[in-house]
């Protein structure tokens, strides 16, 4: 049995205790909320901002091909995105610290491009996804990458920078800094 005690702002409570994985599997759909954390019992839907998709440029010495292993394996991605970096099949764990978090590879094309997908805490995709693609310039054989990814409106600066200091640590393991 489920019972609300207030829905305001996009917040959510309940203080009965319910089959947690129906429960918010049914509110999700409802309210297409992307967060919720789960304390004693008590769903807590969290109101946050829907994200906004950027993009990055940037220029890169480096092949194609080697590019390529760098931001599409995980022996690669550790050297420079995160702590460390484990797959199982298509799914990657991405660690930084004591924080881990889980993305499923959802397209890949050699030497041009990677979308992950994050994962939730079920391990089901959400709508939000990091794609780096690989480009090379037929006339000048020059190589940018372009990295698409979301944040909240109020953290997308703070993430640009992330991105910019992510790309400066790939150009110095790929001695093209």
């Known amino acids: 049995m489920l019972v609300f005690y207030s829905i305001s702002r996009m917040r959510v409570q309940s203080y009965y205790y319910f089959d947690i ?10 309210f297409l909320l992307p967060k919720y954390v789960y304390i004693r019992g008590i769903i807590t839907f969290l109101s946050t901002a829907m994200k906004e998709k950027y993009e990055l440029e940037f220029s890169i010495n480096s092949s194609p091909q080697l590019l390529y292993q760098y931001v599409s394996d995980p022996s690669g991605l550790s050297e420079w995105f995160a702590d460390n970096v484990n797959s199982r099949g298509e799914v990657y764990s991405f660690i930084w610290g004591d924080s881990e978090e889980k993305a499923r590879v959802v397209t890949r094309k050699t030497d041009e491009r990677v979308r992950y997908r994050w994962l939730d805490e079920e ?36 993430s640009k920078q992330l991105w910019e200091n992510q790309i400066m640590d790939l150009k110095q393991v790929l001695g093209s800094a």
């Open 21 to 30: 994985k129906q429960t918010v599997s049914f509110l999700k759909n409802i």
């Open 123 to 158: 391990g089901d995709d959400t709508e939000y996804y990091f794609e780096i693609k690989i480009i090379r310039d037929e006339l000048t054989k020059d190589v940018t990458i372009i990295v698409t990814d979301f944040a909240e409106a109020d953290e997308i600066n703070e």
